[in-house]
């Protein structure tokens, strides 16, 4: 009885207490997190000027920090300069910028400030925009479909330099389920489409120890007549590779059709001037050259390597790799992105790097020329890409899923590094993008005008994809029978995306457009008449203030509360606790 009562008398101050602990974790949280962002951040920043590219590369900022634009919506990535050089190449950087926590996912293309030169809208995943000329004519080319596991099913974009969809190319599927894969979408000199293709399909996986009848994500190459769709070449890795060849390793791959066991993971496709085809496999850590009528020529790198190497092992060690390219044929020069990681379980080195090789096809042997590693000694688990800039010789690589991009003097010296998330954080998918290219002379003239759009006081406009702007013109209009007539009110040379004139002090017009201006002072096109909004974003911080207040009061109040029944004998706490409220 004396029990029954004793129990009945406990648990209503324990759930009770359970409860009060719950409502002042909750308040301390909110009231840290608070203070945190809206207090302590800021004040830091405004302290050390210096510190921001760390709190940057931390993840205070978030893991994708972006930016969106008033006049049309669109977002872009919000980046941070690791190292600076004057001498880093000044053309555009194309990136796909993809990632769990961006907003809008897309291709965009970045000039030498960071500053967005265009972002492709409605696009599903992309991945690998470039500039590649096809018939004598620049486009814009990047691949578009679903990402699943290592793989894509989709087509390759080819736009021209107003932003239309001038062709769409497709692999060829004849009869079976192959459809373009992310990996690869390289146009020839001979107006034709390298493209890689996974194809699911039964195999005996008993020398992995797996079973005889399992399933094989076997993976190849096409080359395909651009104009007219044609299949000219295709290659497919399993009439060549054993599985056994692998270096990877998956538990559950391979057992049933939706898990295949992906055994050579093709990345990339580049042709030389013989008709040669140089292909990189990041499972089984090789690169190989195929001649026209796919047979291997060589093996560089994995279980067949057929180069000796000269550089004590550190050129044909390279793992789970992407991107090989020839840098020149005559010299035997490629470049390749070498990962060093091929997810957790398969950590094989201590950072991803660059490399530039010297072949010596008829002697088989390969040299390490040069390494390129980031300024954090970055290691990507997947993606990435290494590209030689011609005009100015450096190397410029993009480190895949790190959200990182580095330029680089030939010699390995890095010069250069932007970081478009937070490098720290990665390991979270933050952001990525496949592969990063640098190219100068892209020149885009959208068929859309200019966005502008009137918030309170200030109008801002941008135009998505012009290259072209030197400086806009800002022009008032009246109403009634002056309503045709436009008058120029304010000049600003462009330097941002997204530039903003004041209105303040212009209330006698009713009516705002803005014009661009090229380098000639030229118009280029004019806005629609600005649209006006009202902004409501005081309220934000407004009610943030108000939240923090009760936040503070509540987690106060509940450790007081605490403190004065636990503290019946601590004189001291109760009496200044109970002394507060
Ligand atoms: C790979 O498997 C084949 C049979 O498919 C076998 O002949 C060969 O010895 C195996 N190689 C290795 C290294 O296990
Ligand atoms: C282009 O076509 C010519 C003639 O068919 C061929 O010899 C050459 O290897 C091709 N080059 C490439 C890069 O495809
Ligand atoms: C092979 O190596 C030898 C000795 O280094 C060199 O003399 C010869 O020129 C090389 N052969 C070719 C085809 O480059």
Not at 455 to 484: F, I, K
Request: hydrophobic share 40%; aromatic share 14%.
């Amino acid at each position: 009885m004396l029990l029954m009562g004793r129990r009945r008398f406990e648990v209503k101050p324990f759930v009770l207490r359970l409860l009060l602990w719950a409502v002042i974790v909750v308040a301390g949280a909110v009231a840290l997190y608070l203070t945190i962002s809206y207090a302590a951040i800021p004040l830091l920043i405004w302290l050390s000027p210096t510190l921001n590219p760390t709190l940057y590369d931390l993840g205070f900022y978030g893991g994708s920090p972006s930016q969106t634009y008033v006049s049309n919506g669109l977002s872009s990535p919000r980046t941070s300069i690791g190292k600076h050089d004057p001498d880093c190449d000044k053309g555009y950087t194309f990136l796909n910028y993809n990632g769990g926590s961006i907003p809008n996912p897309g291709p965009a293309i970045l000039d030498s400030n960071r500053e967005l030169i265009w972002k492709g809208e409605g696009f599903a995943v992309t991945t690998n925009l470039k500039v590649q000329s096809y018939m004598g004519q620049q486009y814009l080319t990047f691949w578009s479909g679903k990402k699943g596991g290592t793989m894509g099913r989709g087509v390759y974009h080819m736009l021209d330099s107003s932003y239309d969809v001038k062709h769409t190319v497709s692999a060829v599927a004849k009869g079976s389920e192959i459809e373009g894969d992310l990996h690869e979408f390289k146009i020839t000199p001979n107006n034709t489409a390298l493209l890689t293709f996974y194809n699911v399909t039964p195999a005996d996986l008993s020398s992995l120890g797996k079973w005889k009848n399992g399933w094989l994500a076997d993976s190849g190459f096409q080359e395909v007549d651009i104009a007219t769709g044609e299949l000219l070449f295709e290659w497919k890795a399993s009439d060549h590779f054993q599985v056994n060849e692998t270096f990877m390793t998956h538990p559950f791959g391979g057992y049933i059709k939706s898990i295949p066991f992906d055994f050579f993971h093709i990345n990339s496709v580049d042709k030389d001037s013989k008709g040669n085809y140089l292909i990189s496999s990041r499972h089984t850590h090789s690169v190989s050259c195929i001649s026209p009528d796919g047979q291997i020529i060589w093996i560089l790198g994995g279980q067949r390597n057929q180069f000796r190497d000269l550089s004590a092992g550190d050129a044909v060690n390279f793992k789970w790799q992407h991107d090989a390219r020839w840098v020149s044929e005559e010299e035997g020069i490629i470049t390749l992105f070498d990962n060093k990681e091929g997810g957790p379980l398969h950590v094989d080195g201590p950072y991803s790097r660059g490399m530039m090789l010297k072949l010596d096809i008829a002697n088989r042997t390969v040299t390490l020329l040069h390494s390129y590693v980031s300024q954090y000694q970055t290691r990507t688990p997947s993606q990435g890409s290494a590209q030689y800039l011609p005009d100015t010789r450096h190397v410029f690589v993009g480190f895949g899923h790190s959200p990182v991009l580095s330029e680089f003097s030939l010699d390995g010296t890095l010069l250069c590094e932007v970081h478009y998330g937070a490098p720290w954080l990665h390991v979270f998918t933050t952001a990525v993008s496949y592969r990063a290219f640098k190219s100068a002379g892209w020149i885009g003239k959208p068929r859309e005008p200019p966005a502008a759009k009137i918030v309170d006081d200030l109008l801002y406009v941008s135009w998505n994809g012009a290259t072209e702007v030197e400086a806009w013109v800002l022009q008032g209009g009246g109403t009634g029978e002056h309503e045709e007539e436009w008058s120029d009110l304010d000049f600003i040379d462009k330097e941002f995306f997204e530039e903003s004139f004041d209105l303040s002090q212009l209330s006698q017009y009713s009516r705002f457009r803005v014009g661009a201006l090229d380098r000639e002072g030229e118009i280029l096109g004019y806005s629609d008449v600005a649209p006006r909004e009202s902004s409501g974003s005081w309220w934000g911080f407004v009610l943030a203030v108000f939240l923090w207040g009760v936040a503070c009061k509540v987690a106060w109040m509940g450790y007081g509360w605490v403190a004065r029944h636990r503290g019946a004998g601590r004189r001291g706490v109760s009496w200044v606790v109970g002394k507060k409220w």
